[in-house]
């Protein structure tokens, strides 16, 4: 797994969410925030920080949100273990919200 398919997994699920109504976001964000808060989790592990409670902003903003927490583990070179997991996240998350 690489960087790249994990920015683009990210992007896809951004992309697919971004436009969404607020009716359509009922009951989807707090799932959203749930992955954000894992991606950031899994930076922090990664960096060897401390794990910090991420915000959680208004739906709409979860998009941008995800793709930040994702650019700051990728800035990190996590291992290869990491990139598939949370690209494997990522993905099971957009099935779901499509479903």
Do not use: K, Y
């Amino acid at each position: 797994m690489s960087t790249e398919q994990l920015r683009r997994a990210a992007d896809l699920l951004a992309n697919q969410v971004g436009h969404w109504t607020p009716a359509r976001w009922a009951g989807r964000g707090e799932s959203m925030h749930l992955l954000v808060q894992r991606v950031a989790d899994q930076a922090a592990d990664a960096g060897g920080t401390p794990r910090r409670t991420v915000p959680r902003l208004p739906d709409p903003a979860l998009a941008d949100q995800l793709r930040v927490v994702v650019s700051e583990l990728i800035s990190l070179a996590p291992a290869a273990e990491l990139l598939a997991q949370t690209t494997a996240e990522i993905a099971a998350l957009r099935r779901d919200l499509d479903a």
